[in-house]
């Protein structure tokens, strides 16, 4: 599938990756493999073993090595190949290996650089939420769609009105005022002004909050395949303080979401899922600015995933990977 080239993508949030074992994700297109090493830093790699291609995210870690569940052949921190249980003592080729990709830990998600460039050190570009609270409202929300209609659902405000008409859009009056959109690098603001109490920021490629008050609305769009996204939901607030309570509050946010994304979802579903793209036969109108303002910015940086590698291995024989010593 298509991605933002040389980004950091949320795709997997902490808390689903435990360190005794690791865990497979269709994200991007591919199915991924995530795990920990014994320090507990996260590894990401493409879930295929290079011997026979069974899915190494079904086997276990023994070691601090990764260990496919197919014949036994063990994988360290970088993709190399320590181990082949038939063939202990034979020297072990370096096209044996799992296809890693660079992965960091940051913010209570597993993100993964889209490259082709190698991957920067700098900070991941996230939000400030100073000293809010999101205890108990994290969730995760499944959609059919092309992960680029759920972030343009979201930076579209002339729908709340009729989508959610019986929630959050019966409190919206005037969707015909002009709207505030400002385009900052990989930042997107909007709003009905740059100073309004309701401020939607998007930072690419793929995380967004809305500001509501002393409260934060946060979502990671997830790409899954072309077909379907997942949203990480977080509703941050620092209205209660007390660490029950906040929990409290936050499962409530949690499940009030979930009827808000119910909406947008029944009404998403039913467009074409597809990649938006800037020109694709859509009419557009001036109210859709932060749209056009999200396809432009995208256009811009849009690049294949996996990108190609130069100096790719080529394909070993099997002479090329075990030698033809006998025993």
Known sequence: ??????????????????????????????????????????????????????????????????????????????????FIPPHPDRTISPAMRLDTLPSREEHGFIWVWTGPEAATDAPIPFFDFGDLSCAGSADAIPVRTHYTRAIENQLDYSHLPFVHRRTIGRFVKDVAREQFVETDGDVIRFGPSKDADALIEFIGPNIWRLRTGRAWQFLAFVPVDDDNMLYYTRSYQGVVGVPGLSWLVGRMGRFFNRFIFAEDTAVVESQPAVETRLRMGEMLVPSDGPIIAYRRWREANRTPFPPEKKGRTPTSTQEDVVDKRTS
């Open 1 to 82: 599938m298509h991605v933002i080239a040389n980004r950091w993508y949320a795709l997997l949030t902490s808390a689903e990756l435990q360190s005794s074992r690791p865990q497979g994700a269709r994200r991007l297109g591919q199915d991924l493999v995530f795990w920990r090493n014994t320090a507990g830093s996260v590894r990401v790699a493409m879930d295929a073993c290079p011997h026979r291609g069974a899915k190494v995210s079904a086997g276990r870690m023994v070691n601090g090595c990764l260990e496919c569940p197919f014949h036994g052949f063990q994988f360290a921190d970088d993709g190399a190949c320590t």
